[in-house]
């Protein structure tokens, strides 16, 4: 079956700061940011002298720790000192402050971030990232009267998932008296409803026109939707923002097949379940009760995309973690990072199935994967290591069902950020 990964972000996206970007001569916390090492970012930052460039970096960290109330509280009084000084950081705290205003799904104070920072900075924004920014506010705009969203209901709840023909996994959910297959997707930036199915559930569907892309890098024209009320089990989702796509854009077609995808319950509707464990028996567990994971591979948050902290070869590495991919792939970045080991790859032509359709292009095999993701160790073979892209991006790779799965059981805890690969006595 060819790849697939039905990976959701906005065309509008802002980049996230990579090496590549950096010039040539940096600090040490924007060396040890660029590279992702939060354990030496934190130590860093630990010794900056107390002010506003601190006090970036360390919402810089919470953000990224997804604790995001923390990073809300810290960004906007050194924001408005950066920008009164005209220090090239005030750019990277407006970027990390906007990040978490919407993944709080605070779409008013979004809003005025952005009306604030083109009237002041409109002069001195590049055309591109202007034009990006006036697409975020189209959208903040439909969704500023938006309560944040939030889980109500049971603290606990056992649903019963299920493989779908493309090797990922759905759960049956009930909107408006009409129950669809939902996809679990941790890899998607938001939930997404095809446009029959928001029809049929007669889903409030907001006017703003937005573009979204899948990981084939085909850009789709889409609606946002509101779902008041999404039941998961006992626990209730409340105002979850879906993007609704044209059903064709949702059609994916692997050798022999034809299949339709209904609805995606994206990452920001699961952090709100708090915890839970999908078992290979199809078990879908939710408690947000539970104690905090302590153990697992440690997670973080790059905008919208869940990232893991995993050891590939003995070397510290990251990893984006989606549910939604049917496969384990690896990036330019990984190419570039383990150039030793190019000797040993063979070549394919390759089709990736997604949002829109499909690419095609040549890629390199890696014949064996070791990843160390907490205790647990998995082993795949003959993973697809694409050799275009940025080769010095951070993150090397999307962790997909095969290597979720090689342990059987696997829990999320975004309270804690931890991803256990495993039973939680077995780690």
């Given at each position: ?55 970036v970096v360390e919402g810089i960290i919470a953000n990224r720790d997804n604790r995001l109330d923390e990073a809300a509280r810290l960004l906007p009084p050194c924001l408005a000192i950066l920008e009164r ?112 199915a928001a029809r049929r559930m007669q889903l409030t569907v907001r006017d703003a026109s937005y573009h979204v892309a899948g990981t084939t890098g085909h850009s789709v024209s889409t609606r946002i939707g ?168 951070p993150i090397l790779g999307n962790l997909g069902q095969p290597g979720l799965t090689a342990k059987g059981s696997y829990t999320f805890d975004f309270r804690s950020m931890r991803l256990l690969l495993g ?5």
């Amino acid at each position: 079956m060819s790849p697939l990964s039905i990976l959701i972000l906005p065309v509008a996206a802002l980049a996230t700061q990579t090496a590549s970007s950096l010039s040539a001569t940096v600090s040490p916390v924007d060396a040890a940011l660029a590279r992702w090492d939060m354990a030496e970012a934190r130590v860093v930052a630990e010794a900056m002298p107390k002010g506003a460039d601190r006090c970036v970096v360390e919402g810089i960290i919470a953000n990224r720790d997804n604790r995001l109330d923390e990073a809300a509280r810290l960004l906007p009084p050194c924001l408005a000192i950066l920008e009164r000084t005209r220090s090239p950081r005030a750019q990277e705290a407006f970027e990390t402050l906007l990040d978490t205003y919407r993944r709080r799904g605070e779409y008013e104070r979004e809003y005025r971030l952005i009306v604030r920072w083109l009237a002041a900075h409109d002069d001195r924004t590049g055309p591109d990232k202007l034009a990006d920014l006036r697409n975020e506010l189209g959208t903040a705009a439909v969704l500023r009267d938006l309560s944040r969203p939030r889980a109500t209901g049971s603290r606990r709840a056992t649903l019963r998932s299920y493989l779908n023909v493309l090797g990922t996994r759905n759960v049956d959910l009930t909107v408006g008296g009409v129950t669809l297959p939902w996809m679990i997707d941790t890899g998607a930036n938001y939930s997404v409803v095809s446009e029959s199915a928001a029809r049929r559930m007669q889903l409030t569907v907001r006017d703003a026109s937005y573009h979204v892309a899948g990981t084939t890098g085909h850009s789709v024209s889409t609606r946002i939707g509101v779902i008041d009320r999404l039941p998961v089990g006992g626990v209730i989702l409340r105002n979850v923002v879906a993007i609704v796509v044209p059903d064709a854009a949702l059609r994916i077609r692997p050798p022999g097949r034809d299949y339709q995808i209904e609805a995606i319950l994206g990452y920001p509707a699961l952090v709100q379940l708090g915890r839970f464990r999908i078992d290979p028996d199809g078990t879908f567990a939710i408690d947000r009760d539970a104690p905090l994971l302590g153990s697992g591979a440690r997670l973080y948050m790059n905008q919208l995309t869940p990232v893991a902290e995993v050891e590939i070869a003995g070397r510290k590495s990251l990893l984006s973690i989606d549910t939604g991919a049917n496969r384990t792939t690896l990036y330019a970045s990984y190419a570039a990072r383990f150039v030793d080991r190019a000797r040993l790859w063979s070549k394919k032509r390759d089709t990736s199935l997604g949002l829109g359709g499909s690419i095609e292009g040549d890629v390199a095999v890696e014949s064996q994967l070791t990843i160390g993701a907490g205790a647990a160790t998995v082993i795949e073979h003959d993973v697809a290591v694409t050799l275009d892209g940025d080769k010095a991006a951070p993150i090397l790779g999307n962790l997909g069902q095969p290597g979720l799965t090689a342990k059987g059981s696997y829990t999320f805890d975004f309270r804690s950020m931890r991803l256990l690969l495993g039973r939680e006595d077995s780690d």
